[in-house]
């Protein structure tokens, strides 16, 4: 698996890219392990410098739910590209893309595109604070809401705990507004609003938690979470980065009949390019410059080559309605993993909705960070490591999403099942 080419090339990497790697998790550290590097990818599989291919459950963390190098996409891209890559000034692919947001999710009317999901995240949370007049933001633990400073925080132990940043560089000052609550628990968010109602500017969460591992909303959960957002005036802010696109045409606010004020997107509406996107009812994000006060801007927003991918990977999504397909294939997959270890007698958990799952060695139900961090990482690492030598690529972490493709077949399934029956014999 981790060859000399992988070997030699994560070396080199190392002595001039901090850690060898543009973003931490991409180390394999979690998992005690050495990264891969990446020669080609097509459809679910990827190659490696050791020309080793692997069946791919992570998928750019999710973006790539029409698998890779999908023919449409790139075809589009290459007929953008031969225009120009940048300009800096308006193009009408701007107007489509954003068209076909507002189309597919009712409770967003305006949509401003940005480059990445953190900086979704940045929008909502300054634009939330600029049309409340309000400080504090709400968020829950376990949560991801990109690396900005003020999202950058963890639990203490205690059920409502002020925000500790969680990475050196990110001040105290920067943090104290951000209120942390566990995922899952009304309680403690009906005291947070009893004790700040007023102060709360917004409300900010992952309507299905992709980032401690898949964690499932609690039913009504969502839905009062509107109500508190609605009743004391703060903005309810729904982080749909992993889940727009990936669950439904839309959003999974759809799904669960609930609407949010402001909507973060990213991932799969770039079809494999850097983009994001915060979008909401016009009132609210007309308070956005230049027709508003709450200032945000990009050089190289709503670029066109990043859109003309998006376009085109909705404009498929909304063709082939792959959604109901992607159900049943996951949940065939996770049937199959879950009697393999169980015939083992493993104990784990698989919490999975639509095409996103997670494979928790842990003995108990999971339903938030804290029944989350039970899980067995070790026993994961050993997993995963044999998993990548049986050829399949699952997420170099216990606390990811596996996300399936409609381009996984039924032969890829049997043989990633196969692979967890051979490795968890060890
Ligand atoms: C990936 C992710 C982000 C951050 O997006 P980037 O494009 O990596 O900045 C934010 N929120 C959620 C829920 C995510 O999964």
């Known amino acids: 698996m981790t060859g000399s080419a992988n070997s030699r090339l994560f070396r080199q990497a190392k002595t001039v890219i901090p850690g060898g790697v543009n973003s931490p998790v991409r ?7 050495k990264p ?5 990818a097509k459809g679910p599989y990827l190659w490696d410098a050791d020309g080793n291919k692997y069946i791919d459950y992570c998928l750019s963390w999710g973006p790539m739910i029409l698998g890779h190098a999908r ?36 409770s967003v009317e305006k949509v ?25 933001v709400i968020k829950f633990v376990g949560c991801y809401h990109g690396h900005v400073d003020h999202m950058l925080v963890q639990a203490g132990s205690g059920a409502t705990t002020f925000g500790m940043p969680s990475s050196p560089g990110v001040p105290r000052d920067f943090t104290k507004h951000t209120i942390l609550l566990p995922y899952n628990d009304l309680q403690s968010l009906e005291k947070a609003f009893d004790k700040y109602a007023n102060k709360i500017a917004a409300v900010i969460v992952e309507p299905v938690a992709g980032n401690m591992g898949v964690v499932l909303p609690k039913k009504g959960f969502l839905k009062a979470i509107r109500k508190m957002c609605t009743r004391n005036g703060s903005v309810l802010i729904f982080d749909e980065v992993i889940t727009g696109f990936r669950l439904t045409y839309g959003c999974v606010q759809k799904l669960f009949r609930v609407k949010a004020d402001l909507t973060c997107l990213g991932k799969i509406i ?3 390019f850097p983009i994001g996107a915060c979008g909401g009812k016009a009132e609210l994000m007309d308070n956005l410059a230049p027709q508003g006060q709450v200032y945000q801007a990009g050089t190289l ?17 909304k063709s082939v309605k792959p959604y109901r397909s992607l159900e049943l294939a996951t949940q065939r997959l996770c049937d199959g993993i879950d009697q393999a270890l169980q015939k083992r007698n493993l104990k784990h958990t698989i919490n999975r909705i639509g095409s996103m799952f997670t494979l928790f060695f842990n003995a108990e139900i999971v339903t938030d960070y804290a029944s989350a961090v039970k899980s067995d990482t070790a026993r994961y690492a050993s997993f995963f ?24 077949r039924l032969k890829d399934f049997n043989k990633t099942i196969a692979a967890v029956r051979k490795v968890s014999q060890q």
Do not use: W
């Open 270 to 272: 770039g079809g494999g």
């Open 385 to 408: 490591t044999a998993m990548l030598k049986a050829g399949i690529y699952l997420p170099p972490s216990q606390f990811e999403a596996c996300f399936v493709s409609t381009e996984h």
């Open 27 to 33: 180390a394999f550290k979690a998992v005690g392990a």
């Open 301 to 317: 927003s709503g670029n066109p080559v990043c859109v003309a991918a998006g376009i085109s990977t909705l404009k498929l999504l």
């Open 36 to 40: 891969i590097f990446i020669q080609k």
């Open 71 to 106: 023919r449409q996409v790139l075809h589009e891209v290459k007929k953008v590209m031969a225009n120009g890559t940048s300009f800096g000034i308006p193009t009408k692919l701007e107007t489509s893309l954003a068209t076909m947001i507002v189309q597919a999710i009712d």
């Open 112 to 136: 401003r595109l940005v480059n990445s999901g953190t900086e979704a995240v940045m929008t909502a949370i300054r634009l939330a604070r600029g049309c409340t007049g309000r400080d504090k």
